[in-house]
């Protein structure tokens, strides 16, 4: 095998996040258009799961032969006030219910930016660990893994106050067993210290999220691009990865309002095997 | 003193750069916009000292009384190529005479992001390392200090790919007198580490920038706020930067195409002045 090349990632590995295909179609229509095309794997939007019911939901899945390779999302812990928090850790209760019950091989969590008119980082640090250390309890007796996802730096104030693998690993080194990271070529691309952190996060990576930076990059959230259509490196990075030990699905995730959510699911789809198969 | 009326930054400390107020002043007007409300400094972009005239804008600032913070900007020591690294070699030299012949406290270096159609981030930072290695020999030679500004990471592709105060202070100790960094509030915010990394910047911390990030945040490069209507904890940084012992000018830089641009540049200076005695 020349390096040219090169296979990193096998198909087998493929899973595609519900939010990477047209937000019209309901949980049973990403199921069918996943499953056509010999598919292993999905990551499904909460609200999806709510909309098609949990019970249908989990036999939908069961019945399609499709693995979960995470569910989206928990998290928000951060709050102004304690009853806030509360109802934050109640849905994530029941976000570790879903999870639990669809099979999940882990709840992703988006920890959460600063409280409403709220300046205090540290404060809003302290939460994320708080919650996530309350929420371990319970996801442990139900067998959920919690995957941390540090977001970019550009959503620290409105989504996650966890911005690199560094941070994630120190509170995964805090919190103990039951909760491990979600590595996103999109968040953390642009860290010159990524690959020893991933090598530090071996044993607790729970997701591999793929996708692209485009440049330029019109819009913070919905300007994701396809892989190979950006500048991350990511066959890089899914070496890194697998030179971590993760041997889980690898999870294509592209939030597009103006390209890949305009087109139809089938293209959408084939586009990112192709994809796959070339760059990841 | 209350806590509350804790007085960080000196009204003799405020500097303006020149892309905070009005595209259309020339030089001569934002020195007289700045004198006239008896603004101690300024930090000009090279294109407003070349429409100028390099000779005449240091006759106007040496007689409008005005200190020069820093000069904007030098750096973009990435390329495809050894003659597009060389061209900005070249320019980056002229850059440090226009910074000597103003007597600025320093040369504000943005490092360049990936060469176009590059996706190896290590290469970059090495081209940043030898480019910035290369111009220090020269700029020791005429005084004039390179500083060292790390970027947001949503600018690693296109503009800087050194993106954290971590990166800049390790590039320093690696380059050694001469080169030092500059700390602006918008693009370091969101790091857990900045507190550690600031009081490791000591004694080479050559600028303080100010402004705000809003929420939400419209536009990637041109939608920054008056310090005081984001979320950014200014007077936070501003104790730790103090701490670290920095006593230089503290500069206001806010790029806002949509709002403070297209007022008077009167409104925006007086609008600074205020915000700066209250939020850094």
Same mark, same amino acid.
């Given at each position: 095998?020349?390096?040219?090349?090169?296979?990193?990632?096998?198909?087998?590995?493929?899973?595609?996040?519900?939010?990477?295909?047209?937000?019209?179609?309901?949980?049973?229509?990403?199921?069918?258009?996943?499953?056509?095309?010999?598919?292993?794997?999905?990551?499904?939007?909460?609200?999806?799961?709510?909309?098609?019911?949990?019970?249908?939901?989990?036999?939908?899945?069961?019945?399609?032969?499709?693995?979960?390779?995470?569910?989206?999302?928990?998290?928000?812990?951060?709050a102004s006030d304690k009853?806030?928090?509360?109802?934050?850790?109640?849905?994530? $209760?029941?976000?570790?219910?879903?999870?639990?019950?669809?099979?999940? =091989?882990? @709840? #992703?969590?988006?920890?959460?930016? %600063?409280? +409403?008119?709220?300046?205090?980082?540290?404060?809003?640090?302290?939460?994320?660990?708080?919650?996530?250390?309350?929420?371990?309890?319970?996801?442990?007796?139900?067998?959920?893994?919690?995957?941390?996802?540090?977001?970019?730096?550009?959503?620290?104030?409105?989504?996650?106050?966890?911005?690199?693998?560094?941070?994630?690993?120190?509170?995964?080194?805090?919190?103990?067993?039951?909760?491990?990271?979600?590595?996103?070529?999109?968040?953390?691309?642009?860290?010159?210290?990524?690959?020893?952190?991933?090598? $530090?996060?071996?044993?607790?990576?729970?997701?591999?999220?793929?996708? =692209?930076? @485009? #440049?330029?990059?019109?819009?913070? %959230?919905? +300007?994701?691009?396809?892989m190979g259509d950006g500048?991350?490196?990511?066959?890089?990075i899914s070496r890194w990865?697998?030179?971590?030990?993760?041997?889980?699905?690898?999870?294509?995730?592209?939030?597009?309002?103006?390209?890949?959510?305009?087109?139809?699911?089938?293209?959408?789809?084939?586009?990112?095997?192709?994809?796959?198969?070339?760059?990841?």
């Open positions: 095998m020349v390096w040219g090349a090169e296979k990193m990632a096998d198909f087998a590995r493929l899973s595609i996040n519900s939010a990477t295909i047209d937000h019209r179609l309901s949980l049973e229509q990403c199921i069918d258009a996943c499953a056509r095309r010999a598919i292993l794997a999905i990551a499904p939007w909460r609200h999806k799961i709510h909309d098609a019911g949990l019970k249908r939901a989990a036999r939908m899945i069961r019945d399609s032969g499709l693995a979960v390779s995470g569910v989206c999302r928990g998290g928000m812990f951060t009853a806030g928090r509360e109802r934050a850790l109640d849905d994530n $209760r029941r976000a570790v219910d879903e999870a639990a019950t669809l099979g999940a =091989d882990c @709840l #992703v969590l988006v920890v959460g930016g %600063l409280p +409403d008119g709220s300046r205090d980082l540290a404060a809003a640090h302290s939460q994320v660990h708080d919650g996530i250390a309350t929420l371990l309890d319970y996801a442990r007796r139900c067998n959920v893994p919690l995957a941390i996802e540090p977001l970019h730096p550009m959503y620290a104030a409105e989504r996650a106050c966890i911005n690199t693998l560094r941070h994630a690993n120190d509170l995964c080194d805090e919190l103990g067993p039951g909760v491990g990271v979600a590595i996103d070529v999109y968040h953390l691309w642009w860290d010159d210290n990524l690959e020893a952190e991933i090598a $530090r996060a071996s044993g607790r990576i729970l997701g591999f999220h793929v996708c =692209d930076w @485009l #440049v330029p990059t019109t819009d913070m %959230l919905l +300007d994701r691009g396809m500048i991350i490196d990511i066959r890089q990865v697998t030179a971590a030990g993760y041997e889980g699905f690898i999870e294509v995730e592209i939030f597009s309002a103006q390209n890949w959510w305009l087109r139809e699911a089938g293209e959408v789809l084939e586009t990112a095997i192709r994809r796959f198969d070339e760059f990841v």
